[in-house]
């Protein structure tokens, strides 16, 4: 089949969509497809990211006035520093990326700018791409038409997209990820993003969401009940490891300590001072925290107590990846939705390592990382934090850590990458033989 996929986030985007859709069409390659990708260009190198099959063939398109300008500059600062730049190829010098709060004078001119965009460009700034795309998209569907198209959302552009490919008469996959009506839509999109939500919910051929949750929200507001499938975030246990040289540049862990690992970015509803908390009484334990953005009470530990604490900046994926793999402990923080999983757990099951959750003590997470006997989970609450890794500590000096649990690959295959893609694939050839 030849598969065309619309995707605004696609690398060298580091975000969890682009990470999923570079995956997914590595994969689908690897099944014996031909795959074509219409994207914007984002400007600068694709870091750390999954290689990607030589044969995709790649539509990258302007972004628009706003994205554009800021992907020409990337592409200045890289040329730049090739012309500096002496390390080998492949291999970094960390942190990638100081460690910041976010406040930053050109952090704010570029919100101000974009958000600006936002205000008259819906779902935002990134709705700047639909005229860039639509033209390409046009060329593609008369030169080269695919057997079937998958249009990867956020930004809901993607799926104004799709539609057009569906009236085009050719079959076509929703992968909605959140829905397009979300609890952070602003208030003056927030009809337009529930037209676009009800439309794609009536014509797309198949939806894929990430979460039964998300699947349940769609039967509730569309009635769409059928032909609705859940694909989660997946992980890559098999994934090339980075140089040894490199994961000990970044973070070389302390045997003597219970190295604790937290990846990802961190937002209002996941709070870390209780953790940060419980570790001012136990020097034995460190937190190490790989991310660009962080809460202040995280930049005031450090600053108070920087032996407890190590702030690695924005990192490569492939070497979060590593660092993930060698960690004593991976954690994670409490979903806003207690009955949803967030993808980053299922990026830690591929790490093969102890997971702690620290959340309500029941919730879906908890659930799931005890159905799969995967780690611990606890309150999120100082006191309970502390008896906790004070177990934990004790446990890894004995060389019991991971007595009782399963760390092992076989029990979370159903979760690779690998393994969802072809769960898209059978949807897939399904939808093109039908048509």
């Known amino acids: ?59 990258r398109t302007y972004a628009g006035p706003v994205r554009g300008s800021l992907a020409a500059l990337r592409d200045l600062r890289r040329r730049r520093s090739a012309r500096t730049d002496t390390r080998p190829a492949g291999t970094y010098k960390l942190p990638i990326t100081t460690p910041r709060s976010g406040k930053g004078w050109k952090q704010a001119l570029s919100n101000t700018l974009q958000g600006a965009a936002a205000m008259a460009i819906f779902p935002d700034v990134r709705g700047e791409w639909f005229p860039w795309a639509w033209r390409r998209l046009e060329k593609i569907l008369e030169t080269d038409t695919p057997d079937i198209v998958i249009s990867s959302h956020e ?95 970044a973070a070389t862990y302390d045997v003597r300590r219970l190295e604790l690992l937290y990846t990802g970015s961190f937002y209002s509803f996941r709070r870390p001072e209780a953790l940060l908390e419980a570790l001012r009484s136990l020097p034995e334990a460190r937190l190490n925290i790989a991310s660009v953005t962080l809460p202040p009470s995280i930049l005031r530990f450090a600053q108070e107590l920087p032996d407890q604490i190590r ?40 790490a093969c390592r102890p997971i702690l959750h620290l959340g309500n003590g029941d919730d879906a997470i908890a659930q799931f990382i005890a159905g799969l006997r995967r780690g611990w989970s606890c309150m999120n609450r100082s006191d309970a934090i502390a008896a906790q890794l004070t177990a934990l500590i004790a446990s890894k000096r004995d060389g019991k850590l991971a007595r009782g649990l399963d760390l092992g690959t076989a029990s979370v295959m159903q979760w690779h990458w690998k393994e969802l893609a072809l769960k898209i694939e059978t949807i897939s050839r399904s939808l093109s033989a039908k048509a």
């Not at 605004?8 to 497809?33: I, M």
């Open 1 to 59: 089949m030849h598969i065309l996929v619309i995707a605004y986030e696609f690398p060298p985007s580091p975000s969890p969509q682009s990470l999923r859709w570079a995956y997914l069409t590595r994969h689908l390659v690897e099944q014996g497809h031909r795959v074509s990708v219409l994207t914007i260009h984002l400007g600068g190198e694709p870091e750390g990211l999954p290689a990607l099959p030589a044969s995709i063939s790649f539509h």
């Open 155 to 249: 930004p809901a552009t993607s799926l104004e997209l799709g539609l057009l490919a569906k009236h085009r008469g050719l079959p076509w996959i929703a992968d909605l990820g959140d829905p397009v009506l979300a609890a952070y839509t602003p208030p003056r999109w927030q009809k337009r993003a529930w037209r676009l939500e009800r439309e794609v919910a009536n014509l797309a051929d198949h939806v894929l969401v990430t979460t039964p949750a998300a699947a349940a929200l769609l039967a509730e507001r569309h009635e769409r009940k059928e032909r609705v499938t859940v694909v989660t975030q997946g992980h890559a246990a098999d994934a090339i490891a980075v140089s040894s040289s490199d994961a000990s540049g």
């Open 311 to 350: 702030l690695l900046g924005f990192l490569p994926h492939n070497l979060a990846l590593e660092l993930q793999r060698h960690a004593d402990i991976l954690v994670n923080i409490g979903n806003a939705d207690p009955a949803q999983v967030p993808g980053k757990i299922y990026e830690y099951l591929g």
